[in-house]
C-alpha cells in the first residue's frame, strides 16, 4: 500500500450545517458573530463568509425546516471551529458575546490556542480561537506538540481591549 501524505497547505474550505429556521442563524452568524451574508440559494439556504470570500458556512433548512436539535449523544457534528487571526480579535468576539449576554459553553487554553466555546441556535457547537505562535506551542521531550486543555483567564483576554 502506498503511503499518501495530505499535501501542507491544505485547508479545511467550509462548513455546511443543517438548520431549523434560516433567518434564525443569519441573525446569529450575521448579526452576533459578524459574518456577511454572501448569497441567499432561493429561501432555503445561505452562505456566509469574512473578507468577502464566496462562503466559509453555509447554512440550509433543506431536509431540516422546524425540525429540533441533534441529540447530544448521537454521531455528527461536534463543533465547527472559527480561527481568529489574533488574540486581540478572540477578544472582541469575547466582548461582543458578554455585551449581547450570549451563553458561553466554555473556556479553554489549549497550549497551542485559546478558544471560546457556545452553541448556535441549533445547538451546535461553535469554538472561536486563535493559535498562539508555533514558538510558543508547548512541546514533549521528543519534540512532539503537547495540547492540553485549561480553563481560558477571561479577564487577562480582555485586557487585549485596553
Known sequence: MNSYT????????HVHLKVS??????DFYCGVLGFQLMQ????QAAFVSAGGYHHHIGLNTW??????PAERESVGLFHTAILYPTRRDLAVIFDRLRQKKYPLTG???HGVSE???????????VELYWDKPRTEWPLTADGSIEMF??????????QELR
Not at 429556521?21 to 443569519?26: A, E, G, N, W, Y
Not at 478558544?115 to 457547537?125: H, R, V
Open 6 to 13: 495530505i499535501p501542507a497547505q491544505t485547508r479545511i474550505g
Open 21 to 26: 429556521d434560516l433567518q434564525r442563524s443569519l
Open 40 to 43: 441567499m440559494y432561493g429561501s
Open 63 to 68: 431536509y431540516s425546516q422546524g425540525q429540533p
Open 107 to 109: 473556556a479553554s487554553d
Open 115 to 125: 478558544a471560546l466555546y457556545l452553541n448556535d441556535p441549533d445547538e451546535n457547537g
Open 149 to 158: 486543555t485549561k480553563p481560558l483567564a477571561l479577564d487577562q483576554l480582555l
